[in-house]
């Protein structure tokens, strides 16, 4: 998995307090909604390490998958069936 993870803080807390609008920070935003508030409605992300790109031996032809969660999202995802399944399934858990 990808060694530049620096964990939750990339992807949701870096925006908690600002007051910034989120097309300051993305153009392709059109409403008038804040960085803080987009961060809300982003519940997690997931990681997808797909090795069959450069893989050698079909054995080695495998996809792993990690996730972080927002636990100040709007809609969390800790507990929920995907959270479930994906810790089921072996996912890391890089909240």
């Known amino acids: 998995m990808g060694d530049g993870f620096r ?3 990339q992807f949701f807390n870096s925006y908690l307090g600002s007051a910034d609008l989120a097309s300051k920070f993305n153009r392709k935003v059109k409403s008038n909604i804040s960085a803080r ?3 809300k409605h982003l519940s997690g992300v997931i ?3 797909d090795s ?3 893989a050698k031996d079909p054995k080695q032809i495998n996809v792993e998958a990690s ?3 927002n636990k100040n ?3 969390p995802l800790v507990g ?10 072996g996912a890391l858990d890089r909240s």
């Open 7 to 9: 964990g939750q803080d």
């Open 52 to 54: 069959s790109a450069t």
């Open 80 to 89: 929920h069936p995907l959270d479930v399944e994906l810790q089921r399934r």
């Open 67 to 69: 996730f972080v969660w």
């Open 37 to 39: 508030d987009v961060t």
């Open 47 to 49: 990681f997808l390490d």
């Open 73 to 75: 999202a709007i809609h």
